[in-house]
T-cell receptor, first 114, second 112 residues
Framework: KAGVTQTPRYLIKTRGQQVTLSCSPI?????VSWYQQTPGQGLQFLFE???????NKGNFPGRFSGRQFSNSRSEMNVSTLELGDSALYLC?????????????FGPGTRLTVL | QQQVKQSPQSLIVQKGGISIINCAYE??????FPWYQQFPGKGPALLIA?????SEKKEGRFTISFNKSAKQFSLHIMDSQPGDSATYFC???????????FGKGTRLHILP
């Protein structure tokens, strides 16, 4: 069974631009969560989607948004990029809706904002 | 309080030794405590997890010790191997509200 895939793996943007990241969960998984990982703050939860509905949201500004499609694939969008948005963005999928179920992480998208 | 404090930030252990990473939490509503292992260029992978109704859980060379009264839990890696060199994250969550909080991570290096 294929794992969680994220595209692109690396991305360089400039301040003020917007970016869309994509995540394909493990086949059959219906929950997708997004995390931001930085050296200073560690792993921080962004949001979770289950069956196309956002179930939970972390403490991030409204510039961070996401959505989930009927095939469970998810996208995350960051508008008006800031230098501090440079991070590794991780997507995780799980079979059940609760994030305390075993989550399987993708390799991440490394976003650099110049 | 939603923080999970993890220590040490980095750890160097000789091959065959015991690696110990500690975490402390404040929110007594947390009821699920997983540990994740992350290799460079990869996403974190669930290593082992514990719920507060038990004080210890062992899976192979990995053991979680849980002290509910002290609000602390720790990961012990017995007979540490160079392949264990990775970053380890503890986390705490509450089934009730589905929030999950991660520690800042411990970079573990096992000397060959």
């Amino acid at each position: 069974k294929a794992g969680v895939t994220q595209t692109p793996r690396y991305l360089i943007k400039t301040r003020g631009q917007q970016v869309t990241l994509s995540c394909s969960p493990i086949s059959g998984h219906r929950s997708v969560s997004w995390y931001q990982q930085t050296p200073g703050q560690g792993l921080q939860f962004l949001f979770e989607y289950f069956s196309e509905t956002q179930r939970n949201k972390g403490n991030f500004p409204g510039r961070f948004s996401g959505r989930q499609f009927s095939n469970s694939r998810s996208e995350m969008n960051v508008s008006t990029l800031e230098l501090g948005d440079s991070a590794l963005y991780l997507c995780a999928s799980s079979l059940l809706e609760r994030r305390t179920d075993t989550q399987y992480f993708g390799p991440g998208t490394r976003l650099t904002v110049l | 309080q939603q923080q999970v404090k993890q220590s040490p930030q980095s750890l160097i252990v000789q091959k065959g030794g015991i690696s110990i990473i500690n975490c402390a939490y404040e929110n007594t509503a947390f009821d699920y405590f997983p540990w994740y292992q992350q290799f460079p260029g990869k996403g974190p992978a669930l290593l082992i997890a514990i719920r507060p109704d038990v004080s210890e859980k062992k899976e192979g060379r990995f053991t979680i010790s849980f002290n509910k009264s002290a609000k602390q839990f720790s990961l012990h890696i017995m007979d540490s191997q160079p392949g264990d060199s990775a970053t380890y994250f503890c986390a705490a969550s509450n089934l009730g509200d589905d929030k999950i909080i991660f520690g800042k991570g411990t970079r573990l290096h096992i000397l060959p």
